[in-house]
């Protein structure tokens, strides 16, 4: 399942530090020549490809990247020093339009691959370097220049590692809305949601995962009924699945079953991709009931059985916890 990420960013390359102008003072040396270094380069802007990032989403915050100015010259034909690099993580597969043009200037897709996004201005010359037999003595010296600055646009397809599959109606669109800042349609009808939607999920770490809340599936879905064939298709890239069911649902184990006979069905190994069973609703149900529903289920189900309410925030933190272990993060 694809989406795009995007983010503008602004860059600004160092400047050149500035050549200076001085003479050798020197015991035994009457008239020093001149001896002003060069300045330093300015830092360059660089982006790099990293593959523990995949999203954008720190972009949204971070938005002009500066790199360090170049150092003036010093005396005795010292050269400045150059101003440090600024090197910015991005996710492989990001690709770098310039703003105004929209030209693609590169797209980064393997790990450790660079692109320099703004140039260092250069050092301005010393007053050595004007040192000629018709002058002896030149006080000339230039400025460095100005850094590269631009304005960016980063864009990255996005793949959902983690699919929230189920009924319709089991609450998948309210488990992305509180996990995510995605704010999809949430509705007591089935059906709500048409088109997958998409959300990025914090790790402990502060890199995001992409979760997308499917469309509810249906008996037949993998023979085309319903809305959800297509999504079948797109689930199947996937890494993890987050099978969701209603709690308070007549039947919860018979629902169960229709979603892994449509996974079983619809073939592609998508049954045995790794998936995480849980209960939605909780508050539906009263202790007892519940209780009695989770005995009924752990014996006819070897899996681990989650139990959370998506609107009251219950039990998140638990089945968020085993998503990022199953995804080895
Ligand atoms: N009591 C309770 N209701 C919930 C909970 N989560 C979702 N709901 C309600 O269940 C109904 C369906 O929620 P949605 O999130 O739209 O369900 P969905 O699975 O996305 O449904 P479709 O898009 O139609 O497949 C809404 O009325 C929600 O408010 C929950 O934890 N407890
Ligand atoms: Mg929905």
């Known amino acids: 399942m694809q989406f795009i990420d995007q983010a503008l960013i602004a860059v600004k390359a160092g400047s050149g530090g500035d050549g200076i102008s001085a003479f050798r003072r020197e015991k035994y040396v009457p008239a020093g020549g001149p001896s ?5 380069q300015g830092g360059n802007v660089i982006l790099e490809a990293d593959d523990n990032l995949q999203t954008l989403l720190d972009f949204k915050f971070q938005k ?27 996710p492989c597969g990001t690709e770098i339009r310039d703003l105004s043009t929209k030209i693609i200037l590169g797209d980064l897709t393997s790990k450790g691959e660079q692109l320099v996004v703004a140039f260092g201005g250069k050092g301005g010359f010393g007053n050595a370097r004007y040192l000629s037999n018709s002058n002896r003595a030149p006080e000339k ?6 850094g590269e600055e631009w304005s960016l646009q980063l864009e990255l397809k996005l793949l959902a590692e983690v699919g929230i599959i189920g009924l319709p109606n089991a609450g998948k669109s309210t488990l992305i809305s509180v996990l995510s800042s ?8 089935p059906f709500t949601t048409l088109i997958p939607n998409l959300g990025v999920v914090r790790r402990p770490s502060g890199d995001g995962t992409v979760f997308a809340d499917i469309p509810g599936l ?22 993890l ?20 006979k449509e996974l079983t069905s619809y073939g592609h190994g998508l049954i045995s991709r790794p998936r995480l069973l849980v209960l939605n609703k909780k508050e539906l149900l009263n202790e007892n009931e519940l209780n ?3 005995l009924d289920l752990e014996q006819l189900i070897e899996k681990k059985i989650f139990i959370i309410s998506a ?15 199953e995804l080895g993060y």
């Open 141 to 146: 010296f230039t400025e460095g220049t100005e």
């Open 64 to 90: 002009l990247i500066s790199a360090e100015n170049g150092f003036r010259g010093g005396p005795n034909k010292c050269t400045g020093a150059s101003g440090k690099d600024t090197i910015l993580k991005v």
């Open 182 to 189: 995605a704010r999809p349609k949430i509705a007591d009808y």
């Open 292 to 294: 009695q529903l989770l």
């Open 218 to 239: 249906i008996s037949g879905a993998s023979k085309g009924i319903g809305l959800g064939h297509d999504f079948l298709r797109h689930i199947q890239r996937t890494k």
């Open 241 to 260: 699945l987050i099978h969701l069911v209603d709690a308070g649902s007549p039947d919860p184990l018979k629902d169960i079953r229709i979603i892994e």
């Open 36 to 40: 002003g270094g060069d300045g330093g």
């Open 311 to 325: 609107a009251m925030k219950i039990g998140l933190d638990k089945l968020l916890l085993s998503v990022w272990n």
